[in-house]
């Protein structure tokens, strides 16, 4: 039986796509990507981009970090600082932000790492419960088994005694008399 033969991922000629129709769908799913990969480059390696592309149809799709506006501004203007106006405050509202979230997972780490440390501490309590119940109910036994002889040797005695009153008796005989 013959094993059905796919293309799988193989490496795609870089070439201009002739069919127009596979052309746009290609625009438009590989469209995404190259703005995450662009999204990650800028984060990775901290640096401000922006790209534009123009769709076959003329539509614009722009990326921009922190935004197109700035970036193109520094760009036509070749001024190395950012561009007055929304863009310092995105970023600065971008920082502001991070520092938060950094802040509310270190507060969330600490609160694990505590909640780690109580719960081993209450599985120790726990073993501790168990081995003092285990030591406590080998002592009832032991005292019940202990008493209950104890208690027959008792009656033992206490039957003895009376045998032994009967036969002799430590008030004189004659106490009425006295």
């Known amino acids: 039986m013959e094993r059905k033969q796919t293309q799988g991922r193989k490496k795609i000629e870089m070439k201009m796509i002739a069919n127009e129709n596979a052309r746009r769908i290609t625009f438009s799913k590989r469209r995404?990507?190259?703005?995450?990969?662009?999204?990650?480059?800028?984060?990775?390696?901290?640096?401000?981009?922006?790209?534009?592309?123009?769709?076959?149809?003329?539509?614009?799709?722009?990326?921009?970090?922190?935004?197109?506006?700035?970036?193109?501004?520094?760009?036509l203007n070749q001024n190395a600082q950012p561009s007055e106006g929304?863009?310092?405050?995105?970023?600065?509202?971008?920082?502001?932000?991070?520092?938060?979230?950094?802040?509310?997972?270190?507060?969330?780490?600490?609160?694990?790492?505590?909640?780690?440390?109580?719960?081993k501490i209450l599985e120790q309590l726990k073993k501790s419960m168990e081995e003092l119940k285990k030591n406590v109910a080998q002592r009832v036994d032991e005292l019940n088994s202990e008493g209950s002889s104890k208690h027959a040797q008792e009656e033992e005695q206490v039957e003895n005694t009376e045998i032994n009153d009967n036969d002799v008796s430590t008030i004189p005989h004659d106490w009425l008399r006295l």
């Open 32 to 75: 995404h990507g190259l703005f995450k990969k662009a999204s990650e480059l800028s984060t990775l390696c901290g640096v401000d981009m922006a790209i534009v592309l123009f769709s076959m149809g003329g539509k614009a799709f722009s990326f921009g970090k922190p935004n197109v506006d700035s970036i193109v501004d520094r760009f």
């Open 86 to 119: 929304v863009s310092s405050h995105a970023t600065g509202h971008d920082d502001a932000t991070v520092h938060q979230l950094n802040q509310q997972f270190h507060d969330l780490r600490k609160r694990l790492e505590a909640a780690k440390k109580k719960e």
